[in-house]
């Protein structure tokens, strides 16, 4: 009679390989022949040289789609890096969505160079209430916003300056979170910027001379912007911020909310 044992003749094998769930796949944009993408981490496998292809191949397919579905998937049409977040399916929502009183407890301990930073939301409140909040918050899409330094989810550490960019009523118009230093890859902008001008014209041109992107097949997710805009000097959003307490603000651009341990009521007022 057979043992029962390990490999036993006849017998069950007490420690079954484990199955391995296929990888999912999705569509190849048009017009790109390189190595397949299904995820973040195949498209920074990638060489420059396909990583720059398969941008400007996302990209272009992108710009095809109809453009008020993507606003009100929650998206933004007009932007490389939303473009990419979408295409690889990396719209994970935040680390975690805590009660005030357990956020406030824990945020210095746990975030990122030991700031606050906050979002600005916008919208006609008449209209969409708590609607952008309430996406940032819980919602399936991230929305990758534009500006002077180029695509991201802009934060700043001064409130006074998210305040400029909220509705009437802040409180259901804007966010307050931290980075989780557990998880972040930082670069600052002017890093990612000597990064990116190091590579070749080819690659710059394929990435669309969008440094962000290039961060974002690099392997960081949040950019830096130490000193904001430089317009003005806050003290972590409070006045003008003189002696030895002055400093400018820092934007914090996420380039996905994975990173982001969020507050489930806003200071903002």
């Known amino acids: 009679m057979g043992s029962r044992g390990n490999g036993g003749g006849g017998g069950l094998a007490l420690n079954p390989t484990p199955v391995v769930p296929p990888v999912q796949?999705?569509?190849?944009?048009?017009?790109?022949?390189?190595?397949?993408?299904?995820?973040?981490?195949?498209?920074?496998?990638?060489s420059p040289e396909d990583a720059a292809r398969y941008v400007a191949a996302v990209d272009r397919e992108f710009s095809q789609r109809d453009y008020n579905s993507i606003i009100q998937q929650g998206m933004n049409p007009n932007n490389t890096v939303q473009a990419l977040v979408d295409k690889l399916n990396y719209h994970d929502g935040p680390m975690a969505v805590l009660p005030d009183a357990a956020y406030d407890a824990q945020?210095?301990?746990?975030?990122?160079?030991?700031?606050?930073?906050?979002?600005?939301?916008?919208?006609?409140?008449?209209?969409?209430?708590?609607?952008?909040?309430?996406?940032?918050?819980?919602?399936?899409?991230?929305f990758i916003g534009g500006g002077v330094h180029g695509d991201g989810i802009y934060m700043t550490t001064s409130m006074h300056y998210a305040n400029m960019y909220s509705g009437v009523d802040a409180t259901k118009t804007s966010v307050t979170g931290y980075i989780d230093k557990s998880v972040a890859?930082?670069?600052?902008?002017?890093?990612?910027?000597?990064?990116?001008?190091?590579?070749?014209s080819q690659v710059q041109r394929g990435f669309g001379y969008n440094y962000n992107a290039y961060a974002l097949?690099?392997?960081?997710?949040?950019?830096?912007?130490?000193?904001?805009?430089?317009?003005?000097?806050?003290?972590?959003g409070k006045g003008s911020g003189r002696g030895n307490n002055a400093r400018y603000m820092d934007f914090y651009m996420p380039l996905t909310r994975s990173v982001l341990v969020m507050r489930e009521h806003t200071r903002l007022r």
Do not use: M, W
């Open 25 to 46: 796949q999705i569509p190849q944009p048009a017009n790109y022949d390189g190595p397949p993408v299904n995820n973040i981490d195949d498209f920074r496998n990638l």
């Open 107 to 142: 945020y210095k301990a746990n975030a990122l160079n030991r700031v606050e930073i906050y979002r600005g939301l916008g919208g006609d409140q008449s209209k969409s209430g708590d609607v952008y909040q309430q996406q940032f918050l819980y919602g399936d899409k991230t």
């Open 185 to 200: 890859k930082v670069v600052t902008e002017d890093s990612i910027q000597r990064q990116f001008g190091n590579e070749s």
């Open 217 to 236: 097949y690099k392997g960081y997710n949040v950019i830096h912007c130490p000193g904001g805009n430089r317009s003005a000097a806050y003290a972590y």
